[in-house]
């Protein structure tokens, strides 16, 4: 935990990224390297009825830590993002999901 998801991103992008994402997250979500979970998510997007582009369009699971580091994890997500498909001005959608502990069990367990 966390748990980053990637769409409308290549695979071998995804993989390019991975390592510079943690490395940036780590300290701003305070947790374990390895607990991060990274995965990429082939999907195809429709649009009037025709196969169309997407953005890149990440989904982050986690617990909450607070409005401010919401914001500085979604800016270094689309920043690491930009650079990796090497266009500054790409839109990136980034999308908390906040997970209460109660309700996340690891090994039956719940944090």
Same mark, same amino acid.
């Given at each position: 935990?966390?748990?980053? #998801?990637?769409?409308?991103?290549?695979?071998?992008? $995804?993989?390019?990224?991975?390592?510079?994402? $943690?490395?940036?997250?780590?300290?701003?979500?305070?947790?374990?390297?390895?607990?991060?979970?990274?995965?990429?998510?082939?999907?195809?997007?429709?649009?009037?009825?025709?196969?169309?582009?997407?953005?890149?369009? $990440?989904?982050?699971?986690?617990?909450? #830590?607070?409005?401010?580091? !919401?914001?500085?994890?979604?800016?270094?997500?689309?920043?690491?993002? #930009?650079?990796?498909?090497?266009?500054?001005? !790409?839109?990136?959608? $980034?999308?908390?999901?906040?997970?209460?502990?109660?309700?996340?069990?690891?090994?039956?367990?719940?944090?």
């Amino acid at each position: 935990m966390p748990h980053l #998801r990637f769409r409308a991103v290549a695979f071998d992008t $995804v993989k390019q990224l991975s390592t510079k994402l $943690v490395d940036d997250l780590q300290p701003l979500m305070d947790c374990p390297r390895e607990d991060f979970t990274i995965e990429h998510i082939p999907a195809s997007f429709i649009f009037d009825g025709e196969v169309s582009d997407a953005y890149p369009f $990440v989904e982050v699971f986690w617990f909450d #830590r607070g409005q401010n580091i !919401q914001d500085l994890v979604a800016k270094a997500i689309t920043n690491i993002v #930009r650079e990796a498909v090497e266009d500054p001005q !790409q839109d990136v959608a $980034v999308i908390f999901t906040a997970l209460k502990p109660l309700a996340y069990y690891d090994n039956g367990n719940h944090y």
